[in-house]
């Protein structure tokens, strides 16, 4: 039964919908609600944080994009916070009607630090690089949007910050849709190796079919 579904899917991607799935859509601002959880030297903990990203579509195939987000956690009286940031230029390759292949090349900043109780920063780690990406972004039904993303970064002294993302988008109308994004990152750098699990809810707002 999950092979039919599973080919079902892949059918639907390179062949599928019409209707709402004029275009995938690269010119947007999304507003995203964080649930993330942090795991430090052996420990996770859960917090929590927002984020902000939009995109603006250049002819047919580029789009310039940009995306902040921020999260925190509090364990034993000690708040960590993260944030990230990116902005870069991407493309889009159709693969077929319903199916394109993204990639992006972007620069990335990346503040994390660690406060103790004392409102007295013990650790801070902030650098600046440059990052990839690579996805698949296809359409499941006229209203359905499924998508994936594999993210590398070399961040100067953090050494690199690597990430997957899957997730899916429900078009309610035209020009809003719902969203629900799984998201993993790993920070690494020689002194501490850091990683976040986040689960994103995003509402999208489409300013056009670029």
């Known amino acids: ?24 859509g690269y010119t947007y601002i999304q507003a995203e609600l964080l649930s993330p959880a942090v ?16 995109a603006f579509g250049i002819g047919s195939h580029l789009f310039v994009f940009g995306h ?11 708040d960590y916070r993260f944030r990230t940031g990116s902005l870069g230029v991407g493309g889009h390759l159709p693969l077929s009607r319903n199916l394109d292949l993204v990639g992006t090349v972007s620069f990335e900043s990346v503040n994390l630090r660690l406060l103790a109780c004392c409102s007295t920063y013990v650790e801070k780690y902030a ?14 039904t006229d209203r359905v949007q499924l998508f994936g993303d594999l993210e590398y970064g070399d ?16 078009s309610a109308t035209p020009a809003v849709a719902l969203g629900l994004t799984y998201m993993g990152r790993q920070y690494d750098r020689d002194t501490a190796d850091m990683g976040e699990v986040i689960l994103l809810f995003t509402v999208r707002y489409h300013f056009g079919r670029s």
Request: charged share 20%; aromatic share 8%.
């Open 1 to 24: 039964m999950r092979k039919w579904i599973a080919l079902s899917a892949v059918v639907m991607l390179v062949t599928g919908a019409d209707a709402l799935a004029d275009g995938m």
């Open 39 to 54: 795991k430090n030297n052996g420990r996770s903990t859960h917090g929590s944080g927002y984020g902000l990203e939009g």
């Open 68 to 78: 902040a987000d921020r999260t925190s956690y509090d364990r034993d009286s000690t």
């Open 127 to 140: 650098d600046e690089g440059w990052g990839a990406g690579l996805g698949l972004r296809g359409w499941l």
């Open 155 to 170: 961040i100067g002294a953090l050494d690199s910050m690597a990430g997957i993302a899957v997730g899916i988008r429900y």
